[in-house]
């Protein structure tokens, strides 16, 4: 009797366990920039999964093909420890910052590896879940390099839509050139005329050239503001502060740390 139980138990504990798992096998639901175009000197990217995945062992399986089909070799950057979300569904790749800056040695025996006007296929494939499940089939990205970008994120470029009061219609700011993604999620905040966080969710669209911000009660008759962290990136790391591929010593951080504040008004009535 007391082998039947255990012969019960564990098939009871296995399918409790099968059924907390996903059916579906993991697939790859974007990668940051969503743009095909990016910047010779692009620095980060982002690939978000469906399931939580492993965390280790995966840059290896991460390939950029040139327009022949053949491999580009020493592209990422393969830390000990991978990038990961504390969901484990968000890789954030780096591209190799020795390769990306000008004057380090890599950049001048090997030069960046992408290259302006060239096409590159970004190659995810057999990643697998914690789940021990690998993706069916390998996912695929067109890429097209511009010219590298040496701009600066700057506010006074930017434009905001302002929504209707009782409403809850979303914020928006335009911005002239994409950002990173990463980034827009974490540096901007709004806030009332008080200082207290206004609650809401933040939406990144059209090519993270975008930041959309709904909130959860209706806008209220007044004054917000939007504060600005000066650590806010570009897909290339060019940030408030300055230039990622500044010369060396050339870069002061006067602006690090620093939180800009952008008084917004919304009193208009729906």
């Known amino acids: 009797m007391k082998g039947r139980k255990s012969y019960y138990l564990f098939f009871f504990i296995l399918g409790v366990t099968a059924c907390g798992r996903p059916k579906d096998t993991p697939v790859v639901q974007a990668v940051f920039p969503s743009s095909q175009?990016?910047?010779e000197n692009l620095l980060r990217m982002y690939v978000q999964f469906s399931t939580p995945m492993k965390t280790t062992g995966n840059i290896e399986k991460i390939k950029l093909l040139d327009e022949k089909g053949q491999e580009v070799k020493n592209v990422f950057f393969n830390n000990v420890h991978e990038l990961w979300n504390e969901e484990q569904t968000q890789l954030t790749l780096i591209l190799d910052p020795a390769r990306v800056k000008t004057g380090l040695?890599?950049?001048k025996t090997l030069?960046?590896?992408l290259r302006p006007t060239l096409n590159y296929t970004l190659v995810i494939e057999e990643l697998e879940d914690v789940y021990h499940k690998k993706m069916r089939k390998p996912y695929t990205k067109q890429i097209h390099v511009a010219d590298a970008d040496y701009e600066m994120p700057n506010t006074e470029n930017w434009r905001f839509h302002t929504p209707n009061a009782n409403?809850?219609?979303a914020f928006i700011v335009h911005f002239p050139q994409m950002l990173d993604y990463h980034s827009l999620k974490q540096r901007l905040i709004l806030t009332d005329s008080e200082n207290k966080a206004v609650k809401g969710l933040i939406a990144i669209k059209n090519q993270e050239t975008e930041?959309?911000?709904s909130p959860k009660e209706p806008w209220q008759c007044g004054n917000y503001i939007l504060h600005v962290n000066s650590r806010l990136e570009d897909p290339s790391g060019n940030n408030i502060n300055g230039l990622f591929d500044h010369k060396?010593?050339?870069l002061k951080y006067e602006k690090e740390g620093v939180v800009e504040t952008i008084p917004i008004q919304i009193c208009k009535s729906g």
Do not use: L, S, Y
């Open 37 to 39: 175009k990016v910047p």
């Open 105 to 107: 040695q890599a950049n």
């Open 111 to 113: 030069g960046r590896a």
């Open 167 to 169: 409403t809850r219609d």
């Open 211 to 213: 930041w959309h911000f």
């Open 248 to 250: 060396i010593g050339a």
